[in-house]
Nanobody, 115 residues
Framework: QVQLVESGGGLVQAGGSLRLSCAAS????????MGWYRQAPGKQRELVAAIASGGNTNYADSVKDRFTISRDNAKNTVFLQMNSLKPEDTAVYYCHALYAIRNYWGQGTQVTVSS
């Protein structure tokens, strides 16, 4: 079992920045991959960014060069630094972990970008 707790969402103006945090209940070095997904109203949940246990990262084309995923193994926390935010980034952001071939999700945190 993996519990994931997100924080850091909020309301920001277009062009601003936010940093999301996801604290895991176990050592993230033992987790195959962690990432962030988002879901806007009326849309499907989509991958935003992911980081594998070996450190490889993957980003959606829409956020490349604006968002950065990173992790702090000592704190068992994964971060998503979001810069140059756009109104279309507005969504609920979910932390995800792939552990022992099972998927785990956080409760989600709302990010709202005003124009």
């Amino acid at each position: 079992q993996v519990q994931l707790v997100e924080s850091g969402g909020g309301l920001v103006q277009a062009g601003g920045s936010l940093r999301l945090s996801c604290a895991a209940s176990l050592r993230i070095g033992s987790i195959s991959a962690m990432g962030w997904y988002r879901q806007a109203p009326g849309k499907q949940r989509e991958l935003v960014a992911a980081i594998a246990s070996g450190g490889n990262t993957n980003y959606a084309d829409s956020v490349k060069d604006r968002f950065t995923i990173s992790r702090d193994n000592a704190k068992n926390t994964v971060f998503l630094q979001m810069n140059s935010l756009k109104p279309e980034d507005t969504a609920v952001y979910y932390c995800h972990a792939l552990y022992a071939i099972r998927n785990y999700w956080g409760q989600g945190t709302q990010v709202t970008v005003s124009s």
